[in-house]
């Protein structure tokens, strides 16, 4: 499969999801991004946020609509192409999904290793950066042992891992202190410059506030709009 | 070694494949030894078969021993049927006796027959009874020493271990294969939630089936050198036991060293067999997972 990482990263066109025979969670969704975009998702809980991030993350398919990514339509994606979409995103779940019998080395290690790099390029990679996050002392430790905000920091770890084209980050700094939560910020910012794609969802208004990207805002399903931080309506007034 | 993504060592229906596969293993190359030593018993008695002796009770102590010998001799060596005659000598003859009569004393002379071993030609039906009268034109008490009678039942019984040996030892083997699979297939089931996962992070097929393979074949691994140690071990006892058992007519049973190469290939033959397996069967699951 050729993938296209330039210009429209990806592409929403009236997407609509539901739940087995529930009612619709996601109506008349429109979203596109360019690559390197970097954007907020904000919304009240239960608004649809985490299903429109599983759905970018080509977790759930939608019920309707049209869903293009990486230049193609995922209608036609068979499952290898479905796999090798998948390894261009990290995802980083609400959750977080960590593996408990593995080391938070060996977490965050995992998208490389599903990519087939090698171990001695997974070894500097992965110690790299939980060093930069601060976790260097943890390595070693299995989740169950790790505090909330340490498992937080690995999912994020994983999910930047391996330099993904699109970043989808459900709640990253939820439980994690200031600082650390400005060094994640940082690490994503950094990824977004050098093209990938990164999406937020958040209700921490500080993080909106402090960084200047656009904000789009989910109410009972839908995209009621997009707006710019406080900061920006402020420098243009 | 790093942990495998998938805890198969450590889930209930996974963790104990090692020491499973070391009982079946274990059975196996029980069996199989069985079967290799009835073999080895077979060949003998083939070889055996092809040997007569013919005994010439008077020559030992008869003035013209030494002549009776070389006409018997002459009779056989002129027979079709017969590839070799060997007179057995002296002191060969001293300790075929010795287990009933003891060491010879010095001075004691005691008359023996005189015993001629005759190898007969593989490939023909020698009419033993035609050839014990044409030796008693020449010496009228020479014998010829046949065991078939005994020799029948033993075949029958050697010819029946290895039968049973191979059958059980390939039905054993087919046991583990079986249980490599129903295993893979409960581990698949019971750790959906991360394959899912792993799934969702772009892992394919090929990927996870590899987390199985690498489980079996440490698992085969390990199973099958601890069930090999202890059959040798087994089967080392047993035929150490057999052979206090021995009398000088009696095979002498054992493996041969083909034997011992034999199994030591089972249990690296059995853990690659159970990785292709854990192979299969973790992608055929996988491939019908949505």
New interface residues.
């Given amino acids: 499969m050729t993938v296209s990482i330039v210009g429209v990263m990806l592409q929403l066109e009236q997407i609509a999801m539901r739940y087995a025979q529930g009612p619709e969670v996601l109506h008349d969704i429109n979203l596109t991004l360019d690559r390197g975009d970097f954007i907020f998702l904000v919304g009240p809980s239960g608004a649809g946020k985490t299903s429109l991030m599983h759905i970018m993350g080509l977790i759930h398919t939608p019920s309707r609509g049209s869903f293009r990514i990486f230049g193609r339509d995922v209608v036609t994606f068979n499952r290898d192409d479905l796999s090798e979409s998948r390894r261009r995103i990290g995802m980083m779940f609400q959750d977080f999904r960590l593996i408990n019998h593995l080391t938070a080395f060996d977490n965050v290690a995992l998208p490389l290793r599903i990519g087939g790099a090698r171990e001695r390029e997974i070894k500097e990679l992965v110690y790299e950066m939980l060093e930069w996050l601060g976790l260097s002392d943890v390595m070693d430790a299995k989740p169950p042992s790790l505090s909330t905000g340490q498992r937080q920091i690995v999912a994020a770890a994983r999910a930047a891992i391996s330099r993904p084209n699109l970043l989808l980050g459900d709640e990253p700094t939820s439980n994690i202190d200031t600082q650390r939560a400005r060094r994640l910020m940082r690490l994503f910012t950094e990824l977004s410059k050098e093209g990938t794609t990164v999406v937020l969802s958040t209700h921490n208004d500080e993080l909106i506030d402090r960084y200047p990207h656009p904000v789009y805002h989910l109410e009972k399903g839908r995209l009621t709009g997009q707006t710019r931080t406080p900061t920006q309506l402020a420098a243009a007034d | 070694m790093?942990?495998l993504?998938l805890?198969l060592d450590?889930t209930a229906v996974s963790r104990f494949l090692p020491w499973i596969m070391a009982g079946l293993l274990y059975l196996a190359v029980v069996a199989l030894a069985a079967a290799a030593i009835a073999d080895g018993a077979l060949q003998l008695f083939d070889e055996r078969d092809k040997m007569v002796t013919v005994s010439l009770p008077t020559a030992g102590i008869s003035e013209g021993g030494d002549r009776d010998v070389a006409n018997i001799l002459e009779v056989l060596n002129e027979s079709n049927d017969v590839v070799s005659a060997r007179v057995v000598d002296d002191d060969e003859l001293q300790d075929l006796i010795e287990p009933w009569l003891g060491e010879r004393r010095e001075g004691e002379d005691l008359p023996l027959p005189r015993l001629i071993d005759v190898t007969l030609d593989p490939l023909g039906r020698p009419d033993l009874g035609a050839l014990e009268r044409r030796l008693r034109d020449v010496v009228p008490d020479a014998t010829i020493g046949i065991q078939e009678v005994s020799g029948g039942r033993a075949e029958r019984q050697a010819n029946f271990f290895r039968a049973v040996g191979v059958t059980l030892g390939i039905v054993l083997l087919l046991c583990t294969l079986a249980i490599v699979t129903i295993i893979t297939s409960l581990s698949l089931a019971m750790h959906d939630d991360?394959v899912t996962?792993?799934?969702?992070?772009?892992?394919?097929?090929g990927?996870l089936a590899r987390q199985f393979e690498r489980y079996a074949l440490q698992s085969g691994l390990r199973g099958g050198l601890i069930g090999f140690f202890a059959a040798m071990l087994t089967v080392l006892a047993v035929l150490y036991s057999i052979q206090n058992l021995e009398m000088t007519n009696s095979i002498r049973l054992g493996l041969r060293p083909v034997d011992w190469v034999f199994l030591a290939c089972v249990p690296v033959v059995a853990a690659l067999l159970c990785t292709l397996t854990a192979r299969i069967t973790a992608l055929w699951s996988l491939g019908r997972m949505a």
């Fill in positions: 790093r942990s993504d805890p450590q991360t996962l792993l799934r969702y992070m772009g892992a394919q097929d990927y």
